[in-house]
């Protein structure tokens, strides 16, 4: 009978501590679930007829610390990229590019993206930070991502 009491204590005592696990465990994960993706569509109304201009939807994207832009081309038959020209600043606050390269002034720049591509960055650091996007034709878009505590 001893033996069953001590049994009993154990497997209760691994039962609660199995409880405590699972419980700690969603906790960090709903931390890490918590950052979302926001997503920044480009498009051009006419980039068959040589429209100098690419239009972001949205413009100006507010993110909380530790979120992350993707960027998604929705431009017809033209390729994309997006490029930053705040060097060092940008190195600082941003991590897990996806799809982005380090250029020879410390900037962050894509390769281009075809029709229906993507590429992501998350922002760790508040502040607000410009980028801009080119076609290969030419055209051009400017977009504007403000870090804060929303």
Known sequence: ???NINKNNYLFAVGICLIVFITLLAGVLTNVIAAECR???VISEAASTGSKTLY???GTVWISKGDCVVWFNHVRDVEIKVIFKEGKT???ATAAPMGFKITEENCFVT???PLGGTSSLRFVKEGTYQFMVESKSGAQGN???IVGEY
Do not use: A, F
Request: charge should be positive; aromatic fraction near 6%.
């Open 111 to 113: 390769s281009y993206i």
């Open 143 to 145: 977009g504007k991502i």
């Open 90 to 92: 940008c190195l600082d």
């Open 56 to 58: 972001l939807e949205p």
């Open 1 to 3: 009978m001893n033996k």
């Open 39 to 41: 997503i920044i569509k």
